[in-house]
């Protein structure tokens, strides 16, 4: 049902912008975000946003990342800016009723190198 594109390698300071595409209506789905688990750590939430137009940002990607939900063609943006090394990571689209936390797609790999 989610299926992100986009990942690939760039430079530090660069940008790349990563898509997830919903099967059907994204209306379905109130909540919407990306994750992203690095070699070694932990699964964090990167960016939310939820059908009133709330978002949330790590703080980590404050300023730098922009969450994007395009109602008219179902897909979910994650607008990546001033990527830094930090940043490589697989990153996951993920949908549910309150939290993006029920349903996933199969992550896309973003490395930046320095």
């Known amino acids: 049902q989610l299926v992100e594109s986009g990942g690939g390698l760039v430079q530090a300071g660069h940008s790349l912008r990563l898509s997830c595409a919903v099967s059907?209506?994204?209306?379905?789905?109130?909540?919407m975000g990306w994750h992203r688990q690095a070699p070694g750590k932990e699964r964090e939430l990167v960016a939310s946003?939820?059908?009133?137009?709330?978002?949330f940002y790590a703080d980590s990607v404050k300023g730098r990342f922009t969450i994007i939900r395009d109602n008219t063609n179902n897909t979910l943006y994650l607008q990546m800016d001033d990527l830094k090394p930090e940043d490589t990571a697989i990153y996951y689209c993920?949908?549910?009723?309150?939290?993006?936390?029920?349903?996933w797609g199969q992550g896309a790999q973003v490395t930046v190198s320095s």
């Open positions: 993920a949908a549910g009723p309150d939290q993006p936390t029920t349903y």
């Open positions: 059907g209506s994204i209306f379905r789905f109130h909540a």
């Open positions: 946003t939820w059908r009133t137009g709330s978002r």
